[in-house]
T-cell receptor, first 112, second 116 residues
Framework: SQKIEQNSEALNIQEGKTATLTCNYT??????LQWYRQDPGRGPVFLLL?????KEKRKERLKVTFDTTLKQSLFHITASQPADSATYLC???????????FGTGTRLLVSP | DTGVSQDPRHKITKRGQNVTFRCDPI?????LYWYRQTLGQGPEFLTY????????KSRLLSDRFSAERPKGSFSTLEIQRTEQGDSAMYLC??????????????FGSGTQLSVL
C-alpha cells in the first residue's frame, strides 16, 4: 500500500524565515499532489495543487516542488508569519482513483 | 456563507448508541466525501458520492456505518452501536469534478465524536 511520510515533529522557525516542509511517498507516483492547511478543530483548507508533469508551482508566499524521481514534494512558505502556524497536510491523487490519500501532517510554529 | 457545513460540531454519546451526522456541501458541487481523522493523523477516506450514487466505500467502513445522499444534495453518515474506537473527527468535503480530473476538496469544520 502507499505510504506517505511527513515529518511528525513540529517545525519551529522564526518570523521572516522560510519554512520548508517535506512530503515523501513510496511505491506509486501520484498523478498530482495537493497541500492543505489545517487549524485546530477545523477542516483542512486547500492551498496548492501540482501535477506530475510540473516541477514547481507558486502562489504568493507559497511554493511547491514535485520530484517524481526522489518521490518527494517540498512545500515552502517564504517570509513566514505567526499566522502561518498550523498543521500542513500533503495529499496524493491517482488517475482512476477518486479519493485523496493524506499524509499525517507537519505542525509548523512560527515565533514572533 | 456558501461553504460546506456540518452538523453537529460536537457529539458525545455512550457506547452502543446510534449517531447521525449531516453534511451540506457547496450547492453546485457534484461530489461529496466523508473522511475520518484521529488526533495526530491525516484524514482517512471513508466513502464518496457522485451526485446521489455512492461509488466507493473504504474497508474502514464497517457494517455499522452507513452513508446516504438522497437527491444528490445533503448527506448523512450514521454509525450504529457506537464503540470507543469510533471516537474521531468526521470530516465532509465536496468538489466539482469534470471528467476524470479531480480537483481540490472543500472541507467542512467536521463533527467531533466522543464515545464514552
Amino acid at each position: 500500500s502507499q505510504k506517505i511520510e511527513q515529518n511528525s515533529e513540529a517545525l519551529n522557525i522564526q518570523e521572516g524565515k522560510t519554512a520548508t516542509l517535506t512530503c515523501n511517498y513510496t511505491n506509486y507516483s501520484p498523478a498530482y499532489l495537493q497541500w492543505y492547511r489545517q487549524d485546530p478543530g477545523r477542516g483542512p483548507v486547500f492551498l496548492l495543487l501540482i501535477r506530475e508533469n510540473e516541477k514547481e508551482k507558486r502562489k504568493e508566499r507559497l511554493k511547491v516542488t514535485f520530484d517524481t524521481t526522489l518521490k518527494q514534494s517540498l512545500f515552502h512558505i517564504t517570509a513566514s508569519q505567526p499566522a502561518d502556524s498550523a498543521t500542513y497536510l500533503c495529499a496524493l491523487g491517482y488517475t482512476g482513483f477518486q479519493k485523496l490519500v493524506f499524509g499525517t501532517g507537519t505542525r509548523l510554529l512560527v515565533s514572533p | 456563507d456558501t461553504g460546506v457545513s456540518q452538523d453537529p460540531r460536537h457529539k458525545i454519546t455512550k457506547r452502543g448508541q446510534n449517531v447521525t451526522f449531516r453534511c451540506d456541501p457547496i450547492s453546485e458541487h457534484n461530489r461529496l466525501y466523508w473522511y475520518r481523522q484521529t488526533l495526530g493523523q491525516g484524514p482517512e477516506f471513508l466513502t464518496y458520492f457522485q451526485n446521489e450514487a455512492q461509488l466507493e466505500k473504504s474497508r474502514l467502513l464497517s457494517d455499522r456505518f452507513s452513508a446516504e445522499r438522497p437527491k444528490g444534495s445533503f448527506s448523512t453518515l450514521e454509525i450504529q452501536r457506537t464503540e470507543q474506537g469510533d471516537s474521531a473527527m468526521y470530516l465532509c468535503a465536496s468538489s466539482l469534478v469534470a471528467g476524470y480530473r479531480n480537483e481540490k476538496l472543500f472541507f467542512g469544520s467536521g463533527t467531533q465524536l466522543s464515545v464514552l
